[in-house]
């Protein structure tokens, strides 16, 4: 019997996960003129979680329609916040994710960042290949391994992850479209640039297509720290939307045409902003006292 207890305690540690996820929100203004730089702050906890100035932070532009001056914009604000050990990954083709020079990259990396741009991008030139592979372990058996993403690299982090939708017609079904992302966190449902696009009703049918999983949507300049695959802590200057339709009473999105409004009853939303915890496993919310110094 002690046996058995201690096999089952072991087989749950080993599923612990170790590495630590940081989905951002973006910025909303366009790609070209300011090259989704994020906030100051939230760049600061990146490489705090990372190890600090001395860590080897990978830089993936893959999302991009312009990735040589992402990546090199990203290189200058690492640099300014002291960051020695930088590199830009410009992964094109899947080839280009099968390359041992790349993949030796991704294995000696503290950090790995994913721009913002087309997450599809991502997907389709990453998932399913040898870096992905080693991204995935490494998320799940490294300590202190970090995965950060803005935009396009925060929705692509997720299994079910959107790929498009209209805000202008907003909960009619078909307003969402979804794609397969990379599978790190399989909990969530993630979207971006949340406030400033009105996103709230595409989230919403998301979750109504898969209300076992929990939907995340983060305003601009603000972002998630991810720890055990559970623990979530808001970081930023503006707020994370949590969508839980975990105890909905009514959803017709499964037997509806698409165009057809929708009926979503009982859906739990939770606005939560700098410092704000959310316990993915347990769908808990843990507000930060009014008083309490912003992180």
């Given at each position: 019997?002690?046996?058995?207890?201690?096999?089952?305690?072991?087989?749950?540690?080993?599923?612990?996960?170790?590495?630590?996820?940081?989905?951002?929100?973006?910025?909303?203004?366009?790609?070209?003129?300011?090259?989704?730089?994020?906030?100051?702050?939230?760049?600061?906890?990146?490489?705090?979680?990372?190890?600090?100035?001395?860590?080897?932070?990978?830089?993936?532009?893959?999302?991009?329609?312009?990735?040589?001056?992402?990546?090199?914009?990203?290189?200058?604000?690492?640099?300014?916040?002291?960051?020695?050990?930088?590199?830009?990954?410009?992964?094109?083709?899947?080839?280009?994710?099968?390359?041992?020079?790349?993949?030796?990259?991704?294995?000696?990396?503290?950090?790995?960042?994913?721009?913002?741009?087309?997450?599809?991008?991502?997907?389709?030139?990453?998932?399913?290949?040898?870096?992905?592979?080693?991204?995935?372990?490494?998320?799940?058996?490294?300590?202190?391994?970090?995965?950060?993403?803005?935009?396009?690299?925060?929705?692509?982090?997720?299994?079910?992850?959107?790929?498009?939708?209209?805000?202008?017609?907003?909960?009619?079904?078909?307003?969402?479209?979804?794609?397969?992302?990379?599978?790190?966190?399989s909990e969530l449902i993630i979207d971006t640039h949340f406030i400033k696009r009105g996103r709230f009703g595409r989230?919403?049918?998301?979750?109504?297509?898969?209300?076992?999983l929990i939907g995340i949507g983060l305003a601009e300049d603000t972002g998630m720290i991810i720890k055990n695959g559970?623990?979530?802590?808001?970081?930023?200057?503006?707020?994370?939307i949590v969508f839980d339709g975990s105890s909905l009473t009514h959803n017709n999105e499964g037997i509806l045409e698409?165009?057809?409004?929708?009926?979503?009853?009982?859906?739990?939303?939770?606005?939560?902003?700098?410092?704000?915890?959310?316990?993915?496993?347990?769908?808990?919310?843990?507000?930060?006292?009014?008083?309490?110094?912003?992180?």
């Amino acid at each position: 019997m002690k046996n058995s207890l201690f096999l089952i305690f072991k087989m749950k540690f080993m599923q612990q996960v170790r590495g630590i996820l940081i989905p951002i929100g973006g910025n909303e203004e366009n790609e070209k003129s300011r090259l989704e730089f994020i906030d100051d702050g939230i760049l600061y906890q990146v490489v705090k979680e990372a190890g600090g100035i001395k860590a080897s932070i990978v830089i993936i532009p893959t999302a991009s329609s312009i990735p040589i001056e992402v990546g090199n914009n990203y290189i200058e604000a690492f640099t300014t916040l002291g960051c020695k050990n930088i590199s830009v990954l410009d992964i094109r083709s899947k080839e280009d994710s099968e390359k041992q020079s790349s993949i030796d990259l991704i294995r000696n990396a503290d950090c790995v960042m994913f721009s913002g741009g087309n997450q599809s991008n991502i997907t389709n030139k990453i998932g399913g290949t040898t870096i992905h592979r080693i991204l995935v372990d490494r998320y799940k058996n490294d300590e202190g391994f970090v995965i950060a993403g803005t935009s396009a690299g925060a929705m692509a982090m997720t299994n079910e992850m959107i790929s498009g939708g209209s805000a202008s017609e907003s909960f009619f079904k078909g307003s969402v479209s979804m794609y397969k992302g990379l599978g790190l966190i399989s909990e969530l449902i993630i979207d971006t640039h949340f406030i400033k696009r009105g996103r709230f009703g595409r989230q919403s049918e998301a979750v109504a297509k898969f209300p076992n999983l929990i939907g995340i949507g983060l305003a601009e300049d603000t972002g998630m720290i991810i720890k055990n695959g559970k623990e979530c802590t808001v970081i930023g200057s503006g707020t994370a939307i949590v969508f839980d339709g975990s105890s909905l009473t009514h959803n017709n999105e499964g037997i509806l045409e698409e165009g057809t409004p929708m009926t979503i009853a009982n859906l739990k939303v939770h606005v939560l902003s700098n410092g704000d915890q959310y316990d993915i496993k347990n769908r808990l919310v843990t507000v930060l006292p009014i008083k309490a110094p912003f992180i």
